[in-house]
């Protein structure tokens, strides 16, 4: 297992920059997750350290060493795609014993090797299988035990679960950490879905526009996104990102949404940092389930109306009208059931955000 | 406006039955969302209604016309679809005028002028008129799309699978548009998915398809508390249902093959009691916000996995090579195979039929 470094690595197809200097570091046994949406740089991003994309400039480091001069079938990676890329003429043992083939290795070995990895996999019933007759999970998994057989020094996967149905990808995820888990192989994973980075990263690496937004772990990526960008694109509902003016008040801040009447009472905090780094156009970044709900007044809480109930089974999301904003809230199921019945909101300082918004970048309140 | 009335219809293409018998009322004004995997019929039934599919049997009723020897185009419907399917060398006011052109409809200009006016404020596309379509956004094509829908004022909206070309974010956000459009225009709607979560948080009632059939009709609370059967319960909501095979033994539930056991408290028991008679096999279901870790007492497992939402922990937890999901909060912090105690929400537990699959506390219902 190894450790990889990209340093100052900057990519470009003509005048389009795909990736501008990037820097990250993958740790031996770390499971990285590069998160975006497409076009994001990822993918290129994972194609160049696996050899298969060159770089304009900057530097990719396994275990140290620079790997520029190195081609791909020299830098011992092993590589998953979305597609499985069986040999359909093979049974999934073969599949999987064919990268051990090129080594000069007993019929014993391999066996034992194959056999190893298919029971971590849990595919040892499914070893006699051609490709043809195997669920789409299932190949998969002999991709992957493919992949992790020779023991390589790290495992990049490129959307490797994206092709299954919902169901399939769920358990494949608590499967694929496990793995990793057992395994502990330095791994880079490739996905545009935030529910799989956050399932199974270690740390989350998000880009966007080839540039890299944050590194984090997935509680930091989510309780304390960098950016508006990281704000929005990690967690589901989406997290509420509303105008608002910061009034300084006695011993606090007064946070005031378009056309409201009352005010949201922060910590003066607050509007001491905003008025410390002198931005003017903020904006309040709050998830769905700080957004706190009450059915009748209590202090604190200011008065605000239901506009939708959208029921997800195990919670309520409300739709709620808070002067001429509309910010969503999580409560208990039924815990509202009517259409425009008054109700009373407050928003948990602890879990607000602000951001700039010319930069997008989130001030350091409370951090 | 109009209520859509479908009965016993049914439609076959060569050996394959794509609707069986299928009857359903939708109310006038209802948000109608039609559920079900590939292939359960969706698709054949908004078809029907629209008269781009003639049913073998049974009869389609829009508002209190028997429309089934009706052209397409006399049934006053309209169709969105998940390709935006405008003209892409005309500007968006052209789009949006053209379904009124028709020499059929004998609109003035000025009229034409004000529908097309009023819908692109409704969908807030104003300033993109002048626009033309290949220049849009995904989001603003499918705004387009369906403006194109409300332009017509027809007696019935139809929309097969219209926000699944989307990204995440857009897609919340015109699931929200399109409840909140519902809600002004008072429009009859019935919205086609394959994804659950769009059923839960948009219909009025959703009706849940499988094989041609209507597994259930009901509210987003009914469908979700009360499944009819292990088909709905799977389903709908995410995480899904746990589901076991069991027998009773005296108080206690046996689940087999790979055996454990639970007792369940007299209340429960006696909830049983009612609906099992004198049967002894069970299949059991139990929701993962319904399975609680417990120091003491409970079911003795492992902690298999563990997925961060952000917003909660969704944990796997082997019990006797079952995987039970449970979804905990979101500091909550296990490691990998220690030792852990569930146990199940009594008044939340769901016996169905093993051999029906139907809900035990539902038996002798309709759908």
């Known amino acids: ?367 | 406006m109009a209520k859509l009335t479908l009965k016993n219809l049914s439609k076959s293409y060569g050996e394959i039955a794509a609707l069986r018998s299928l009857s359903l009322d939708v109310h006038d004004q209802e948000f109608f969302v039609l559920l079900g995997p590939t292939g359960a019929g969706k698709t054949t039934t908004l078809r029907c209604i629209a008269g781009l599919e003639k049913p073998e049997a049974g009869e389609v009723w829009i508002g209190e016309d028997l429309v089934n020897n009706w052209s397409a185009a006399n049934r006053d419907v309209a169709l969105v679809f998940q390709q935006y399917s405008l003209y892409p060398n005309y500007t968006v006011r052209k789009n949006l005028e053209f379904p009124l052109r028709s020499k059929l409809r004998r609109i003035t200009d000025e009229d034409i002028g004000l529908r097309v006016q009023k819908a692109a404020e409704t969908l807030r596309i104003s300033h993109l008129l002048d626009r033309r379509t290949d220049r849009l956004s995904g989001g603003e094509m499918q705004r387009v799309a369906i403006g194109r829908a409300i332009v017509r004022e027809p007696r019935l909206f139809l929309m097969d699978e219209p926000l699944s070309n989307l990204d995440a974010k857009l897609r919340e956000l015109l699931r929200s548009e399109l409840q909140e459009l519902h809600l002004k225009l008072g429009a009859t709607l019935v919205f086609v998915t394959h994804d659950q979560v769009e059923a839960m948080t948009m219909g009025d009632r959703i009706g849940v398809l499988c094989e041609g059939q209507l597994a259930q009709v009901g509210t987003p609370y009914e469908v979700y508390n009360m499944p009819r059967n292990t088909f709905v319960a799977s389903f709908v909501g995410t995480p899904p249902i746990n589901l076991f095979d069991a027998t009773i033994n005296d108080e206690k539930i046996v689940v087999a093959p790979e055996k454990f056991e639970f007792s369940l408290p007299p209340a429960a028991r006696s909830r049983l009691a009612k609906v099992t008679s004198d049967r002894t096999k069970l299949c059991v279901g139990v929701r993962p916000e319904h399975v609680k870790l417990v120091k003491t007492g409970g079911i003795a497992g492992t902690l298999y996995g563990a997925a961060d939402h952000g917003v909660e922990m969704i944990m796997t937890v082997n019990v006797a090579d079952h995987l039970i999901q449970t979804t905990q909060p979101p500091t909550t912090r296990i490691r990998l195979n220690e030792s852990v105690r569930i146990a199940f929400t009594p008044d939340k537990i769901h016996f169905f039929d093993p051999e029906t699959t139907e809900n035990l506390a539902c038996a002798g219902n309709d759908p």
């Not at chain 1, 093979?90 to 000069?104: H, M, S, Y």
């Not at chain 1, 006699?128 to 299932?138: I, N, R």
């Not at chain 1, 919670?315 to 815990?335: C, H, M, N, P, W």
Request: charged share 25%; net charge negative.
């Open chain 1, 1 to 367: 297992m190894a450790d990889i470094d990209l340093i100052d690595v900057d990519k470009h197809f003509g005048a389009n920059w795909v990736i501008r200097k990037l820097n990250l570091r993958v740790d031996h046994g770390e499971f990285v997750v590069l998160l975006g949406p497409s076009g994001c740089g990822k993918t290129t991003t994972l194609r160049a350290v696996a050899g298969l994309e060159e770089i304009d400039s900057g530097e990719i480091r396994i275990d140290g060493k620079s790997v520029e001069s190195l081609p791909a079938s020299d830098r011992d990676i092993a590589f998953v795609f979305q597609l499985y890329s069986l040999y359909p003429h093979l049974t999934a043992f073969e599949n999987i014993a064919f990268p051990l083939r090129a080594f000069r290795m007993s019929d014993k070995e391999v066996r034992g090797k194959v056999k190893a990895v298919a029971k971590v996999l849990r595919i040892e019933h499914l070893l006699s299988q051609k490709p043809s007759a195997l669920a789409g999970g299932d190949m998969q998994r002999v991709t992957i035990g493919r992949a992790l057989v020779r023991r390589p020094k790290a495992i990049l996967m490129d959307e490797p679960i994206g092709a299954l149905d919902a169901k399939m990808r769920e358990e494949m995820r608590v499967e694929l950490r496990r793995l990793h888990i057992e395994n502990n192989s330095t791994t880079i994973y490739v996905t545009h879905d935030q529910i799989e980075a956050m399932s199974m990263a270690d740390r989350i690496a998000i880009m966007n526009d080839g540039v890299l937004q944050q590194v984090g772990s997935p509680t930091e990526v989510y309780s304390r996104p960098a950016n508006l960008f990281v704000a929005q694109f990690v967690g589901s509902p989406i997290m509420n990102v509303v105008d608002c003016r910061i009034e300084p008040a006695d011993s606090a801040t007064n946070i005031r949404l378009d056309g409201m009447q009352s005010v949201f009472r922060f910590g003066s905090d607050v509007h001491r940092h905003v008025a410390a780094v002198g931005h003017e156009e903020i904006a309040l970044g709050v998830r769905p389930e700080a957004v706190l709900v009450e059915r009748s007044d209590q202090a604190g809480y200011v008065p605000a109306k239901v506009h939708l109930i959208e029921p997800q089974g195990a919670y309520d999301i409300l739709d709620i009208g808070v002067g001429k904003a509309v910010i969503r809230a999580r409560t208990e199921s039924q815990f509202v059931t009517r259409l425009h019945e008054p109700v009373w909101v407050q928003l948990d300082p602890e879990r607000s955000h602000f951001f700039d918004k010319k930069s997008g970048f989130a001030l350091p309140i409370g951090k």
